[in-house]
């Protein structure tokens, strides 16, 4: 290995060092990434005293992780690569339903349950109906296909932030699409919400006067044999932080009215007190490759 290397020889010589890995794609990424954290050590300068903040920044990211916090999935979801990522992979589906992240929220199995169920039965508030079908790029209906959902309450909490307040599996549920690919459930058109701002994402947030902030939302992970799985969300139409999410992760595609149905008959046949809101939404999921 050579030595006294300067700026742009130390470079070439670390890409040199990965020039045997036997398995192409991690010799791609390191030689990617060296190039690129290179460039970026050289474009900011940092002091010694910079890169030990930095590198203290990351331990206590990884230390702030637990069975239920994954801070490392927040930092990048901040900094826009999470959606990033969901973007450059939705290129490959067109035609199917956009996705947007998974947040760290769907940490428990969801509760089976059946269509038509009020999904949120602890939580208070007037009640609302989610509607739509699961269809093929098609058009074709995709019955049985298993939808997961999960949602903040009216007060934008999780059933997990609030142990002893809410029962796991409120505002969760594992659905069915019947024969012709079709869902409903009751439930409570949820809150903004902040993402947690206790750890150091939320430091970063305030070194840099950002909001936590998250649009209303209910999210989806829709699968079904033959198709792509895909992760999703709806977010409510009006609500506040819809054009700021800290987690740049709304799509105009997934935003969706909640109107109000002022039919008595329609109140009657889904069960709820009328008037009640309603949210339509079909998914479209693509075939596996
Ligand atoms: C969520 O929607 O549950 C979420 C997504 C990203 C970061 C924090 C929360
Ligand atoms: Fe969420």
């Known amino acids: 290995m050579a030595t006294n290397l300067d700026a742009d020889t130390l470079t070439s010589e670390v890409l040199k060092s990965f020039s045997e890995t036997p398995n192409g794609r991690l010799q791609q990424i390191l030689e990617s990434l060296t190039t690129h954290l290179h460039a970026f050590v050289q474009d900011i300068t940092p002091s010694i005293e910079e890169w030990e903040q930095a590198i203290d920044f990351l331990t206590r990211t990884g230390n702030t992780c637990t069975d239920v916090r994954q801070e490392f999935i927040l930092l990048s979801d901040v900094l ?9 992979n939705g290129q490959e589906t067109p035609d199917a339903t956009d996705s947007t992240v998974l947040g760290p929220f769907h940490m428990v199995e969801s509760p089976t349950r059946d269509l038509g169920d009020d999904i949120s039965p602890e939580s208070d508030g007037p009640r609302c109906i989610v509607s739509g079908r699961i269809v093929s790029v098609e058009g074709t209906p995709v ?4 939808i997961d959902i999960w949602q903040a309450d009216t007060k934008g909490f999780y059933d997990v932030q609030q142990p002893g307040i809410q029962s796991v599996g409120n505002g969760r549920a594992l659905l069915r699409s019947d024969a012709e690919g079709r869902f409903h459930f009751r439930s409570v058109v949820p809150m903004y919400y902040p993402i947690p701002t206790d750890g150091p994402v939320g430091e970063l947030l305030e070194a840099t006067k950002r909001h936590p902030y998250r649009p209303a939302h209910i999210h989806f992970l829709v699968t079904a044999p033959g198709y792509r799985e895909l992760t999703t969300h709806i977010f409510i139409g009006g609500s506040d932080y819809i054009d700021s999410d800290a987690v740049f992760a709304v799509k105009g595609s997934l935003v969706k009215d ?6 008595p008959e329609a109140a009657a046949h889904y069960g709820v007190q ?3 809101r309603h949210g339509h939404f079909d998914i479209v999921l693509h075939p596996e490759t």
């Open 258 to 263: 909640f109107d109000e149905d002022q039919d």
């Open 80 to 88: 826009g690569v999470s959606m990033l990522l969901e973007t450059i």
């Open 143 to 146: 019955p049985n296909a298993s």
């Open 274 to 276: 009328s008037p009640f």
